[in-house]
């Protein structure tokens, strides 16, 4: 079965710093990886993806992330963090086999403190 | 990508009753899924809405208490039945499109439900 593990319910961050929001997987074959942005009242936004290709993948609103295979791992990275950044972040993975659906992290809060 | 219109984007009901929520896409698709997003938490799957064919739910899940009904391609509800306020939650559709140019899921913008 496949899983996501975001170890960090919460990331603080200073404005102007860079800030990474962790995410590993277990998915049995390739992974297909997401990462969406959650703002309070508000839908689910989509950031970026990684199916295959460049490890290094850049998305929306200046965010990327990196795909490291031995690792398992698609942390989230923005070299400069904004205070409009601050918003509840999930990473998924595609289920493996036919089957599409998406398994969710437990969700990183990030907060940028001005 | 595909637009989804997802309503109510929020309800207040009572103990016992029922909501139904549907969302309508402007594209063909051939899965749709039911989620849930329960306060505080990370989005879980309710269902697998496939046209012509009953609902897959997940474990947890069960058709009497999420009926789901998926006519043609393009929409598809969730009735959450017999309300209490353990279902206060947000729920979202989403669909997958499998393109050689892309691949990716939207997301319904939410329905917030809140039972009292």
């Known amino acids: 079965a496949q899983s996501v593990a975001q170890p960090e319910d919460q990331v603080n961050v200073a404005e102007g710093n860079p800030l990474t929001v962790k995410c590993t997987y277990s998915v049995s074959g390739n992974p297909y990886l997401f990462w969406y942005v959650q703002y309070p009242n508000r839908g689910l936004q989509f950031l970026l993806k990684y199916i295959t290709g460049d490890n290094l993948v850049k998305g929306s609103y200046g965010f990327e992330a990196e795909f490291n295979k031995s690792q398992t791992s698609f942390h989230l990275k923005k070299p400069s963090a904004l205070v409009s950044d601050s918003a509840l972040y999930f990473c998924?993975?595609?289920?493996?086999?036919?089957?599409?659906?998406?398994?969710f992290g437990s969700g990183t809060q990030l907060t940028v403190l001005p | 990508s595909a637009v989804i219109s997802q309503k109510p984007s929020r309800d207040i009901c009572q103990r016992g009753t029922s909501l139904t929520i549907q969302c309508q896409v402007d594209?063909?698709?051939?899965?749709m899924f039911w989620y849930r997003q329960q306060p505080g938490q990370s989005l879980t799957l309710i269902a697998t809405?496939?046209?012509?064919?009953?609902?897959?739910?997940e474990s947890g899940f069960v058709i009497d208490k999420f009926p789901i009904s998926r006519p043609n391609l393009t929409f598809s509800t969730l009735t959450v039945s017999n309300l209490s306020p353990e279902d206060s939650s947000i729920y979202l559709c989403?669909?997958?499109?499998?393109?050689?140019?892309?691949?990716?899921?939207?997301f319904g913008s939410g329905t917030r439900l809140t039972v009292v």
């Open positions: 998924a993975v595609r289920r493996s086999g036919s089957a599409r659906q998406l398994t």
């Open positions: 809405a496939n046209q012509g064919s009953e609902a897959t739910y």
């Open positions: 989403s669909v997958v499109e499998d393109l050689r140019s892309n691949y990716g899921y939207t």
């Open positions: 594209s063909q698709v051939t899965m």
